[in-house]
Every structure is written in structure tokens, then in C-alpha cells.
């Protein structure tokens, strides 16, 4: 049983920050949980998948965020608790429904999390969701440690209630993948029977009025914060620097002031609910110093907003200097850390302190570098989207018209590097490699000359790519679309998807046919395995010669990491040492300095190539790249 | 075509590939022990000639089943143990294939004028250290397998067991993608069977389709699918061959053999001997003109060259000497 699951009321134990999401919810009394995933965020629903059944929560994995919210407003206005989860870029997708929501408000506890991903350690952007709860005026609650975000969750799902508006939480990666201890509380029961009350629409028409309405609310909502728990100051009653912080920051601060022995010096003004901001409250800290610092990830966010509150109360606070993004004492990009806040409180405080030796950097990279093969970011072994950018590169050398391949989001995205020959060009948002695909196919009336290629995902091709080959059929672009089904949302930690046949929750679904669903959007569409290099070079390269019109390449091979657990290799692969001649060959190393999978070695003694047989997963793709045959596969 | 970024200095492409720097002299020398001097045509011995006597091979072969029928004499007397042939997909596409049994050796009969692999079935063999090998090629892989035999490269191809070359006339080649997809939508689809190019005056491509309908198409028409490198190539009859094969200004039902080395000497004469085939001395006249098309096309390849300006940094390292020899006689030739 899931420690998730147990109604153990003050029972200690180490959660990851998502889990803490996840039991906060559980605790809430939630019913309805839907997500796309997206890391940070994905452990969210995924944990809460793992206990559905048992706690008799609905738990979807959405085709997309918007849907995902939905789902979860359904159970809202139903009187039914519900949350959805997403990272930075899914509350974009999603936000078209929720400036709607805003103005029609809630019924049921409605949560919604966004996990920020400060320096994009595992996104295609860096974006500070905290502005849509500004733009759309929502609650906001920024948990600090990992306790506080099973607490804060809870509590947000009564707060969404009282107020009739979802709440939003924002956790960052180091909150949501951190581990850390937390107190479980009683799991709530006994909820209500869902209803949708029928008597009146929920519609934000009349719009004056529900905006008006939305104002009330939020008022009511900053008076709630006032008295927030969550909210507190630590440190002398006259510090010489006030740090203002919410999110992991608070944990950062308290560091850094700890290692230099300054605690007696600043203290620390510590924000859960940060928007609408708990203005009397922050009044009453903003007395204590003339200098104040904000510590907060990505933009800066309090640092803005309080200072907006200043402008109007200047008077009663008298001269202040503000520090922080602005002011160029800490970075206005990427994540921060101990050693960011300690390097910047130091300066201000005029304190020396050295966090680490100054060769740490480089003596951590060599230690690492004795431990881990050097290797650049790429594909694993036997991942079939190696196999496929491979017959891309070829395919487009020989057509010869300088192909333009377009990308989006998924480990496919890869392909922008030497992993994928650098063949894409493009990466923005989910699907918008197809999107852009419509456009560019339909440049050639003014000259373009060059095939149009776009690749995309399977699970992104449910996401967000089937409008824009709607729109291609409709419009009569011309490109062809190479859709990478590795039966897997691979990037984000195989979730399954409408094509895999199975649900969040385990059951068995019907599985959406891809092939069907482009066929009948009128696309000329073939199936080919892309571990055949030769026959999907031939294929790529055919379709390109068709000018008229949407083609679609499916290149189906499931993931080589859900392969090699459900199966056994497809070949036994090994390089024949006689026939592999090294140096000699005049191939320049072309299946381990260009194919480059991992399962593919230099042997430096014997100058030659190996198979590195304890990642090798057996595709048997790279026996068709070496251009003496010195690589065999066999049939096991 | 550049499928990848390469950074080596001196590899196997670059050192064996026709078009890279071409040292005519030094290859003369090591593989004839004797100075590039037949500026016309290359070294030889004789020019014949000659049919196959099997009139099922001049019928399923190219021309007059000369180079079918010297192949599979070869195999079976043990000249050679295996053979690389061009044999044809059924798109026409061309590729490399090893016969070993002289039966085999009319699956590999007849061209589709397009430039192909060949050599690559060579280099993968798979081969016993003591075969020996015989290669039927274009000149220009012919040229190659000469770079090959005499790179100071370290050897990781069989080359060293290649002790036969039998060339082919060649004037130019074909690119695959773009000439078949012009070619079928010629034959309005149909199924290409056979492709012939008659001999002047004529000088058509004729099409046999599988519905036995023939097409004839003007070469005007092809000619925008010749392959660019053909347009500097200096070598119309293999000149590096130990015998070369073709048509050009033959007698029809014959082929034109030129005889460079005594291997060639030696197999030509057996099969003769052996009533594999027959010969006869080639006419004044038609010696006469087979040196003035060969002459022909290394006029056409210099000045293409010297429009290119690469006439003398190119590829060829001939002398002002020898090129100025070349253009002169050409010039009388073609007068």
C-alpha cells in the first residue's frame, strides 16, 4: 500500500514535493484529477494514478492541459473536488479556458498546479507562471518546502470553495523533485454526490458583472491571505536588510544567512500566498528596513508588485532602496541557488564569506568525468528516432533541394543537435512544428524551393497537432509530416496516451488509430519501420517528390526503454573484427563519431569499433550504416 | 552529394574516386610498366571485332554477348573464381553482384545506361584469400580500381586479387531518379523491360516495355539526366582495362574489343580457340573513327575543364605537353 494512501494522521515520513501535491490533495477529498504531462510536474498525476482505484479518485492522463482542465472544472461545477497539474508551458494551452473560468468562477475545490521549470533544465522555455494569477486574477499559493506543499494543497481546495474560484499553486523544479519530510493529515471523506445545477448557466456573460464579481472575490481572497499561516517573518525586529522570498527561496535565504552568520543582520519576510498580495501584512514588514532584497525565481514577480504597492504608500514608509532583478544583485534569468543568494547578500552586507573553493566547479567535473562516459546529450540506445533522423539526413542529401525539417516538443527535439545530424530547425511549442509546416507549405508560390518536412510525436500529435493538419487539408498545404510513434509520451516518463490502449488508472482503452484518423483528414499516408534505414530513406525521399498536398510518414517502432522491458533484443549485434579495418577504413568513424548510439564503442586499443553489449537493445540499425559490413545482426 | 561532415585528411574516397586527383603516368607505369604515351585510345595491342557464337547470349546480352560470353569463359577455365557484374533491379537500377557459377552470368547481361555501385560488391565480398577476381566496369571504375591497386594507402579492399579488367566503352552515364521518373512517365507507365541505344546516324534510346511495345526517344531528350562528372571524363574506351568492350563504330551483331594486355591477349585467343567466339580484323575505317570519337570526347572533357578552370590544378595532372597533344590531334580528327 501507497504510503499515499494511508489515513495516518500524523505519521512522519519523506515525500517528493509532487507526492506532497498529490497527498494534499488526497487529504482534500479530491475526486477528479486530469493532467497532460510535463516535468516538472508529471509525479503529480502520476502518483495519484497509482492510488485511484483504491481511494476511488478519477485519474485521466488529458490529450492536452485545456482538456485537462476541463475535465477537472467539470467535477468543480459538479459540487466534486478536482485538480489538474501541468508545467509552465501547459498553463499556456490551457489559459484560453481559463480567462473564461475566472469570470464564471468555481464550485467544488478546484486546484490548479503549474510547475515552473527555472532554466529549462527539462522545458523548451523559461516562464514565470506566476503572471497568469496577475493577468487573470487568481489565487496563488508558492509552497516553500515540501511540507508546505501537501498543507498549502489542502488548504487551497477549501480556499477555492469559500472564494467560488480555482486556485492556482506554483512549485519549481528543485520544490517538486526535492524529497523531504512531511506530517500526513487525516484523508477527508464522506464527500458529495456530484450535481450540476441546471437552474442557471455558467457563462462569464454579463462580462462587467462576473469581472466585477471576479474583484469581489479576490478582495475577499486578499483578506484570507492577511491572516495566512503561510506568511511569516523571521529574523531581528531592526534588520539592516529585509529579503522578501516565496518558493524554494525561503530555504536558500535561511541558508545563506545561516553559513555567514548573518541571521542577526537580515531578516526574512517568507510569502506563501503571493497574489493578490497580503498588502497589510507586508506593510507592516516593509517598516522594519530601509533595504530590501527579493529572492524569487524567473521574473520578479514580488519584486514588481510589491514595489507597485509602494508607489501607492510611499508615504507611509518613507525612503526605500529595492534590490534584486532590477537592480542587477541577482540574475533575471534562470534558476538561483545558496551560492546565487549568498554571493548577493554578501555584497549588500559587505560580508566575506567564501561558500566553496573557487576550483569546485572544475574539480566536481573531473571527479564526475572518472565516474560517467563523456557523452553529449542524445538518444539512447536503440531509440528508433536516431534511426529515423539518420534516413532524414540521407533522404534530404539526396534530394538536394535543402529540405527544411520542423519540430516541436519530445525527445525528438533532440534532433536540433548533433544526436539527430542536426536536422530540425525548428522547436517552439507542442505541435507547432506542423504548424508552421502549413505555412511554409504554402511559400512555394512565391519561390520556395524547398521540401517542407515536419516532425512530431505521437503524443504530441494528439496534443496539439490534428487542428493544424486539419487546417493543411482545408488550406491545401504541401509538406510532408513524419509522425514518430514510439507508443509512449517517452520524455515525460512513459505515460500512456490515446494511442497505447491503456488508461492513467490501468484499464484497457481504445486505441486512437493515427493511420485512420490522417487518412481521413484526406492525407496520403504510409506505415514504415524506421529501423529499415534504407526503405524509409527510399519512402522519405519519394513522398518528397510529391508536390501536391499533405503526406504523412508513420514511423512506427515502439521506445527502445519500453522495449527492452517487455522483450528481448531484435538481433544479436556485433562487430566482425576482421572486417571492421578502424583507421583504415576511410569511413571516418562513421558509426561512432556520426550514427553515435551509445551501443556503439571505439575500442582505442584495438582501433576499432565494439558493441557495448550491456546497452546495446539490439534495433540492429547500425548494421546498415557500416559501410564495410563489418557489423552483423543476427536473427535470435 | 554530402551525406555527412567528414575530417579526415586521407581516406579511402577521396583517395580512390575517379574524379579526385588522376596521376595517369605513375598508373601506367604500375600497372603497364610502361609510360602514358597512346594519348587516343590508351595502351593496346589490337582492336577486333568480335561476337559471341551462342546466339541465345547476343540475343539476351547487350550487344554482340561479347563481355557475357568472355565472363563466363573466364569463370568456367579458371581465369578467375568470381566475378563482379552490374546486374539491374527490376526498376534498372543498377548494383553490384559476385558470380561465381558461369551460368549466373546472364542475370547480369544487358545495361540501363545509368551510372551504379558496382564496386561496392566488390569490397564486400565476401572473398577467399586465394580467389581471384574479375571486374566488368565503366571507365571510370575502372580508373578506380587502378587508384585502388596503386594508392600507397593501406590496402582494406580485395584489389590485390582483382587480375581481370574487362572495360566498357563508355560516353556517358545516366542519373537514376530523375531519368527513370522521366522515363516512365514516357511510357506512359508501363514496365520497362529492356533499354537499347542504337548507333548513329539513328542514335535513339529505344524502350521495350513488358506489353512488348517499343518507344523510341530522341538522346536530345535524355541528355539532361547525364550525370555532370561525365562531362570532364577524359576515357571513352577504359583505357586501363586489360580488355575494353563496346559498340562504338562497330558492324552491327558485333562488338568492338580492344586487347591492352596479355591477360587480355590470352582470353580473348582461348575463347576464340574454344569457339566462344569469333573475330575479325576491325575495318580502316572503322579503327578510324573509334579513335576519332575517343579523341572526341577528351576534347570535349578539357575544355570543359578549362571553362571550369581546372584544365591544369583539376583532377588530372597532365602536362601543358599532353594536353596541347590531345586538343591538336582532336582537332585533325575531328577536321
Known amino acids: 500500500m501507497s504510503i499515499l494512501s494511508k489515513d495516518s494522521p500524523g505519521k512522519k515520513t519523506l515525500l517528493m514535493g509532487n507526492e506532497a501535491i498529490a497527498r494534499g490533495a488526497i487529504e482534500a477529498g479530491v475526486r477528479v484529477c486530469a493532467a497532460y504531462p510535463g516535468n516538472p510536474s508529471s509525479e503529480i498525476i502520476g502518483s495519484l494514478s497509482q492510488v485511484a482505484r483504491e481511494l476511488g479518485i478519477y485519474v485521466e492522463w488529458s490529450v492536452n492541459e485545456k482538456v485537462a482542465l476541463e475535465v477537472a472544472t467539470a467535477a468543480s461545477f459538479a459540487g466534486l473536488r478536482g485538480l489538474t497539474a501541468m508545467k509552465q508551458n501547459g498553463l499556456n494551452v490551457a489559459s484560453d479556458f481559463l480567462f473564461n473560468l475566472n469570470l464564471t468562477g468555481s464550485k467544488g ?394 488508461t492513467a488508472m490501468g484499464a484497457e482503452a481504445p486505441v486512437v488509430d493515427i493511420e485512420a484518423l490522417c487518412k481521413s483528414l484526406g492525407a496520403r499516408v504510409q506505415v514504415k519501420n524506421p529501423f529499415d534505414v534504407q526503405d524509409t530513406t527510399e519512402t522519405i525521399y519519394e513522398l518528397l517528390q510529391d508536390r501536391e498536398g499533405i503526406k504523412v510518414l508513420i514511423l512506427k517502432q515502439e521506445c527502445a526503454l519500453v522495449r527492452v522491458k517487455r522483450q528481448k533484443a531484435l538481433y544479436k549485434v556485433r562487430v566482425n573484427q576482421e572486417r571492421c579495418i578502424g583507421q583504415d577504413c576511410g569511413c571516418n568513424r562513421r558509426c561512432t563519431r556520426i550514427f553515435k548510439c551509445p551501443g556503439l564503442v571505439w575500442d582505442p586499443v584495438t582501433g576499432k569499433a565494439q558493441i557495448d553489449e550491456a546497452i546495446c537493445t539490439g534495433c540492429g540499425t547500425c548494421a546498415d550504416i557500416c559501410p564495410q559490413s563489418a557489423i552483423l545482426k543476427e536473427t535470435i | 552529394m554530402r551525406l555527412d561532415h567528414c575530417d579526415l585528411a586521407e581516406g579511402r574516397c577521396f583517395a580512390y574516386c575517379p574524379r579526385t586527383q588522376v596521376d595517369l603516368e605513375t598508373i601506367h607505369q604500375k600497372v603497364f610498366g610502361q609510360s602514358y604515351s597512346n594519348i587516343e585510345m590508351g595502351l593496346f595491342k589490337q582492336v577486333k571485332m568480335v561476337r559471341a557464337s551462342s546466339s541465345t547470349l547476343r540475343q539476351k546480352a547487350q550487344t554482340a554477348g561479347v563481355v557475357s560470353a568472355l565472363m563466363k569463359f573466364a569463370l568456367k577455365e579458371g581465369f578467375i573464381n568470381g566475378a563482379v557484374l552490374t546486374h539491374r533491379t527490376p526498376e534498372h537500377l543498377p548494383l553490384g553482384r559476385v558470380i561465381r557459377r558461369p551460368n549466373e552470368i546472364l542475370s547480369c547481361a544487358g545495361s540501363s545506361y545509368v551510372a551504379g555501385p558496382t564496386l561496392q560488391a566488390l569490397n564486400q565480398g565476401p572473398w577467399k584469400d586465394t580467389e581471384r577476381i574479375g571486374v566488368v566496369g565503366t571507365p571510370c571504375q575502372v580508373l578506380a580500381m587502378r587508384k585502388m591497386s596503386v594508392s600507397p594507402i593501406k590496402r582494406t579492399t580485395p584489389i590485390d586479387r582483382v587480375t581481370l579488367i574487362v572495360g566498357l566503352f563508355c560516353t556517358w552515364a545516366l542519373t537514376y531518379e530523375p531519368f527513370m521518373k522521366y522515363l516512365k512517365n514516357r511510357v506512359s507507365g508501363a514496365r520497362i523491360r529492356k533499354l537499347d541505344i542504337t548507333p548513329p546516324p539513328e542514335r535513339l534510346l529505344k524502350v521495350i516495355t513488358d506489353n512488348d511495345q517499343s518507344w523510341d526517344i530522341p538522346l536530345d531528350e535524355i541528355r539532361p539526366f547525364i550525370r555532370t562528372t561525365c562531362g570532364i571524363c577524359l576515357d571513352m574506351t577504359s583505357e586501363l582495362s586489360d580488355l575494353s568492350v563496346g559498340t562504338v563504330e562497330g558492324i552491327e551483331g558485333w562488338s568492338t574489343v580492344i586487347i591492352r594486355t596479355d591477360l587480355g591477349e590470352k582470353l580473348l585467343s582461348q575463347a576464340e580457340a574454344a569457339r566462344i567466339v569469333k573475330s575479325q580484323p576491325l575495318p580502316e575505317e572503322n579503327f578510324k573513327h573509334l579513335r576519332e570519337a575517343s579523341l572526341l570526347k577528351k576534347q570535349r572533357a578539357l575544355l570543359r575543364l578549362k571553362e571550369r578552370g581546372e584544365l591544369e590544378d583539376g583532377y588530372l595532372t597532365l602536362s601543358r605537353e599532353l594536353i596541347g597533344r590531345i586538343l591538336s590531334e582532336a582537332n585533325e580528327a575531328g577536321s
Open chain 1, 109 to 502: 475545490g478546484l486546484v490548479v498546479v503549474v510547475c515552473d521549470d527555472p532554466s529549462a533544465l527539462s522545458s523548451t522555455n523559461e516562464e514565470d507562471s506566476r503572471l497568469y494569477a496577475k493577468m487573470c486574477n487568481l489565487p496563488l499559493l508558492e509552497p516553500s518546502t515540501v511540507q508546505e506543499a501537501q498543507k498549502m494543497t489542502r488548504w487551497a481546495f477549501d480556499l477555492s470553495e469559500e472564494l467560488g474560484l480555482p486556485c492556482l499553486i506554483r512549485s519549481v523544479t528543485r520544490l517538486s523533485h526535492a524529497r523531504g519530510n512531511a506530517e500526513l493529515g487525516h484523508i477527508t471523506k464522506n464527500q458529495p454526490n456530484p450535481q450540476f445545477d441546471t437552474s442557471r448557466p455558467i457563462i462569464p456573460q454579463p462580462v462587467m458583472e462576473t469581472h466585477k464579481a471576479l474583484h469581489d472575490k479576490i478582495k475577499k481572497c486578499q483578506d484570507r491571505f492577511e491572516e495566512s499561516p503561510f506568511n511569516l517573518y523571521r529574523g531581528p525586529e531592526r534588520p539592516e536588510l529585509l529579503v522578501v522570498t516565496c518558493g524554494p527561496g525561503w530555504m536558500y535565504v535561511r541558508e545563506a544567512l545561516a553559513n555567514m552568520g548573518a541571521e542577526n543582520r537580515a531578516g526574512i519576510v517568507k510569502l506563501g500566498t503571493t497574489w493578490p498580495l497580503p498588502t497589510s501584512f507586508l506593510m507592516e514588514q516593509l517598516k522594519k528596513a530601509n533595504r530590501i532584497l527579493f529572492v524569487e525565481e524567473v521574473d520578479p514577480f514580488l519584486e514588481n508588485n510589491i514595489k507597485e504597492l509602494y508607489a501607492q504608500r510611499a508615504g507611509e514608509l518613507g525612503v526605500k532602496t529595492f534590490l534584486g532583478k532590477a537592480s542587477g544583485n541577482l540574475p533575471d534569468i534562470g534558476e538561483i541557488n545558496p551560492d546565487i543568494v549568498t554571493g548577493a547578500i554578501q555584497q549588500i552586507l559587505e560580508v566575506s564569506y567564501e561558500p566553496r573553493s573557487l576550483q569546485y566547479a572544475q574539480e566536481a567535473a573531473e571527479a564526475v568525468s572518472l565516474l560517467a562516459p563523456l557523452r553529449e546529450l542524445g538518444f539512447c540506445a536503440g531509440c528508433p528516432h536516431r534511426a529515423t533522423y539518420w534516413s532524414v539526413k540521407n533522404a534530404l542529401a539526396m534530394d538536394g533541394r535543402d529540405g527544411i525539417v520542423l519540430g516541436d516538443i519530445g525527445c525528438y527535439t533532440l534532433g536540433v543537435r548533433p544526436a539527430g545530424f542536426g536536422q530540425v530547425k525548428t522547436c517552439h511549442a507542442m505541435g507547432s512544428g506542423v504548424g508552421l509546416a502549413n505555412g511554409f507549405g504554402q511559400l512555394e508560390r512565391f519561390g520556395l524551393n524547398q521540401p517542407v518536412l515536419t516532425v512530431c510525436g505521437d503524443s504530441t500529435f494528439y496534443h496539439a497537432a490534428i487542428p493544424a493538419l486539419v487546417n493543411a487539408r482545408y488550406n491545401q498545404s504541401n509538406f510532408l509530416m513524419l509522425i514518430l510513434d514510439n507508443s509512449a509520451t517517452a520524455m515525460t516518463g512513459f505515460q500512456p496516451h490515446p494511442g497505447t490502449g491503456r
